[in-house]
């Protein structure tokens, strides 16, 4: 609630249209939205297409049903992230037409409004896959492109130098690597897009469950790489897509 | 190198216009400039006007001079950073038109050129401000506006709300904290805005030189949030800065 | 055993009242009873109503009733913490008046002692429900009154706020966090109770079990705040009812 | 604000009393005092006597004389926290009145309003001093009692046994400790008051900067014990004076 | 093999005893036996009643079978620590007198050869306890006395100080303790004999798998106080052993 | 692609033996085998018996039966590395002259050339077995002659002293250990030739899954020591090979 | 204060002999001398000639002045560890007698009364030389001998095998070795004697101040090897004097 | 000393050519420089060139020009590493032939016997010169061939593609990496040749002294790289010129 609503509201009082009562329910709800809350992503998810996300561990089957149900009525898509299969067969009997992405582990509900805007997603290996389809699946669910570019680690270099133009062309590239950190900074220092770094936790020994690719990217010499956290797929994708809307919508 | 400059290239070979042995020369220098390496930093410089920068660290103030007034050929401003005033001061003996930026710990030559786009640089108290002022300069090097919103950490939280205009009209937040790395999580609620997460070696006891607003920003619940290196403000400034770059562009 | 105690002791013996057999028999086992061992608690569960606590791990359910039948001998209310229900069944066929307090993992017997005084247990996500309960639980069998604020992460910071007036007539805080460790600092900030944090184990990456949390909490701003292990439930909700039982005392 | 407040100011808008100009300033200032940032600590500093604190690293003696002033005129005592006697010669300079706590690195303006309640410090060795300290004298500055029981360390604790009176007295303990991060378990288990722990970072080898002390108390199997961040004096005195004040308000 | 032995050896060869080929067959075999190795130990076992011990983990039930038959031919008793009774009952099908000494995870064959000397195992809780045997059942099989003093946390202080007799009368005391590291420190300092700490990995949270207790232990100020590896209940065994053999040795 | 290929490509070209979309297409692939990706793996694999290798976490059966067909075409032997005996039966069931080799868990496909030269493996204890085995299994299929020389630990130096010539002849030597790191340090400081060690997660306490053996190993006195990741048998086994293919190669 | 002491102060109390205020006195003081407080340890210094010991850090030159005078009254040596030369010369000028012992930074006063037994100190390298240095010196103030077997790395382990007579006749062998954490396993496993290992903070890089040379020592595979904290000297010493006395005792 | 040293010895004594007592001493000296000991490296030296190497920390100015004349006796070449210039200066008064190698910090004596084969040294970034200069002296100091192929970081890697021959023809590459680790997987996937990574602690925030670089070349996914100790350029540049004395030598 900016300044100007403020006042609105208060000449609204000050004239008599609206009570003090009415006027302090709307005050005590109201000011909050400012604070980043549920009830302004409601309106962004409607103005932006921009999808309701669940973090599914610690939630019942049922608890996931009620709130992907609610959260469907106001939103185009909603998706419910850390979704097992098992998770996804309790949900589909209640909410027959969740779709389930594998390897991504979302449960996906609706149809996304197509938006302008791309993003790559480049992944090193196999086993980062699921990460790098949590990254893919939820910046589709904002209804903006996503071009994968998976298994071009270090031994496959040369297929990522025929992706060039797929990179400098999308507004933000997640990049998807576990034992190979080191990929964040050579994407970082091929093109002049922004990259998202993101850890995994594949890998063994003195990977440490991903702090050595986490070390590595946060220590990129290349100029625009973020980082988010290992296995950190959704929050890749959704700052991605961010900036895709952003730049299109400017 | 892109393959129509590729093929261009070939065939002035074949119409005899290229000889083998010139056409071998180029061939080795340029395919690397697709690298990301100097040259098209050059190229990039030129077109955009984002500076040339120069990490102090390890240098002589000879090796600075040297550089600074080659790389400034070429680019309206270059930075050096991490540059103690020790170091300004035998480098402004050379380059007298050098200024130092206090307490970014910055030289600068040139005069940017100024560019649409504006981000914000969010600090949370007075000893982050070397990191903040940091950042801030980095995105002011590349012609950007750059507005400070200096000093709201918890017990300033008021302050940061009469600032959520701004924040909102930024193409990008650089949130600078170190013992409260909360900071960043607020802010990233708050607003709609890319932030970039800057964890600052501030602190003692289990702060561990940064290392717990590091994994604080990391784990951060808000979306819309990525982190870079402890104390790198020159790497979030560059990142806030190449997102107002593209959303400008676009 | 104070020092007056001691010279009544003393003078018993001097004047024959008291052999020096059994006086030593005394000495030996009540001079440690000041030291705090498991007769002194016995003595204050007594007088004020707190309950005795067994914590479960690495004990058999035979240890486990033997235990809770004989300390409810001396205290209204006995609780097992970290039980699951297997051992609840166990020990329920030889002590069925035991109830299951789950999620909070509890195994209890007895009917508290109603005492003034309430405490609240703030927590962030669904997942930090067994760490919350297990705290609110605790407080419970104290008698005194408990207020669940559950569900007022970064995204729900306006539900919290509803909360004011429970927080502030509270005589501390308890608040559960996992990815979101920066909740306690918000709390710290909003209100003038005493806070204790309990980071939790919950999350993913970089969260590194709770460590991310605990070093937030540690490095909290916000004055007022104190921090026990990670998912250590019972010791916040026990520390939180002593603070209730020691202001409603005096 | 609460809401008593509000509605108040609503209806003196409703009424004409009050324009909806000056509404919406005041609403633009107050609602942020419940977020209990430094207005509202003026209130509780004028009401309770408690000290208005300020930071020192990362500040100029300028900023922290402006500061000292500004504060000093709402509160009966302010305080500056890990202050070099270098710096306190500065602000001597400008504020004569202000004294010097050493070992403790305070500086300190004003004369406490005497209040009930006291509280103890505890500490194990020589250079565990300046900690407690710093504790002991923040606790002061609330107008509370602080007993001193220095030098208990695990070879001292028949002397620590010599004061059990006054930590049953006590509102609440602070144990500070480095290498004897036991000493916290050990008071924690000998009397039922609550103990807050200070690791400090005096030890060598594998204390690893208080690391060891932090675990340790955080392990503490004695409950009633919670724990502040490493070396923080200043927390654990504030949160002692906090406990004080609460037990002898209600 | 000491110098003695060499010079008889060399003199067999001078005077013609032994041929050149068979003192090099020895001198190859031999010298190695002052370098601690396996043969040497036989002579020890054979010559002190010190058992002859086998790490189960990673060795298939017919290795173990094989090396406790050959082993147990030169030693009174042979033992295998780590061992699950899985492979107990595997063992026990071939080698029919082995006996399994749970919850201390040792097979054991063999009746030690009764030996002059005592030590005490002390441990905290319950959980401690399969650590706390493997070091007592370990120096059982030397034949010495071992007097366990179990469940003496800091809430059982009072108990350990009725064992002080105990305690000054072992030649060394094996304190097992894992959340109650400083255990170890208030043995060593209550009594003058040797102190061998065991960390355990029982714990949760910010124990980190026996690390807190660890550290602890390593800073105990308490002299006299030596650690092993967490867990090591065989290796703290074995040197408390040791001790006691080298005492009445002498 | 050297810069004599190179050339004669752009020969062809200018002579019109090759048109510039044929060279293009040659360019775009040739360059990056430069680069060190798997079509020079290819030629080095055919030219000097080196193996292919599939790293199998994270991939199906059918993705490795169909990668191992297409790579056996080209290469004498293929292995896939870190492969289950349930993931071998069913690559079995399409690949039927696959083998297993246990306890290296590789599977191998093939027949390798001979190759002179030869490398020793050496491992500290028998739950080091599976790490050394990859070691020396990836070494064989290059073709190479494989010393092991197993259970030499600190217990069985004189065993290893046994083998002092095989070492001495060996190209190079891998060191395999885990609680005893030092077996490295001890190798290196015997003999003259290039040491390799492997930590592995074997172990318990404060081993913390090899980390203490890494740090051992890297902490050397030893000169002539170099550490690969914990548990990397295959990285040290296919060093070790290529030093002995250079030193017979020159 | 043993229950036979309790007994007769008891009785004498009975009897009139003591009076129960001067009993009351006693029992305050006494009952505590039980549990290793410095009293106690002044009885155990005149008995044993064992030394009494400062610690010098956060202390001053006064307090250290005064507390050598106190304590040379009642114990032959009295020795202040971790003195640099600066405090030694202040400590020189009122305390003439005072001698340093460099580089083992002890400050000692007095004559030890020679007592039977010896053991050994064991150190790696030059730079290891003062932590060595402070466990000889700290032995010899009892009055023992202590044999120094200095420089025997890796680089020189035949040297320390031509001292194999000294290792097994002493009661101890304490090891002191920073980069070459392995020594205290390999002296483990050359003599059956105890060894205690001092890991030292000396090294770089991965050494991590110590922490890999004590992870290597808790690894040791050897068995009677036990560990104190990184760089303490002094405990080494004095367990291993404690040893000694034991053996000789008994 | 080998088996057929020893039948020559043995059958001395057999024949009476050489007593007993002094085949005894003979034996208590040689068996051991089978160990890996300083007489052994004399022997090599001579016979390969190789410099004696002393690791001047913690030694004296007199000790280190002592040691240097020593075993310039013996070997053509000794160096001093870690030698600042103060310590250059003080030696260059006892040994005026000692030059200065600067940045690497060594102290050279003496002049190299020129040996056939190459090493390269690649370096990322002028702060790493001084371990990558350690690293190629070391390797000179051999009489091998060194080629420098410095600053080619991430934003220079066509300058490090130009040197693919002299990367190629070496024995071995020393790669040389503080905050960008990933360039020994850069190297390693490149070219054929054996890479020694050397992890620098140059850097700052997350990189951790070196730790971050340390994990990255640790967890590198390019095959035939090995790492040593953070800034051990020394031990590199031995590895290296080891690896190039071997190949050269077969």
Known sequence: MDQASL??????????????????????????????????????????????????????????????????????????????RELY?????????????????????????????????VSAGTSDLPVAEEAAVTAEATGITVHRVYDVGVAGLHRLLNYLEVLRDSAAIVVVAGMEGALASVVGGLVDTPVIGVPTSIGYGASFHGLAALLGMLNSCATGVAVVNIDNGFGAGYFAALLAARQTRS
């Not at 992405?101 to 197509?114: H, K, M, N, S, Y």
């Open 7 to 84: 006042r609105t509201l208060l000449e609204a009082v000050a004239s008599g249209q609206l009570s003090a009562t009415e006027a302090l329910r709307r005050l005590r709800d109201l000011p909050f939205e400012d604070l980043g809350h549920t009830k302004v992503d409601h309106h962004r998810a409607l103005r932006t297409g921009f999808p309701e996300v669940v973090f599914s561990p610690g939630k019942t089957s049922e608890q996931i049903c009620e709130i992907l149900a609610s959260l469907h009525a106001q939103a185009p898509v909603v998706i419910a992230t850390r979704a097992d």
């Open 89 to 121: 067969e309790a949900v589909c009997r209640q909410v027959p037409e969740a779709e389930y992405r594998d390897p991504a582990r979302i449960i996906w509900v609706g149809q996304p409004v197509p938006a302008p805007g791309q993003v790559a997603v």
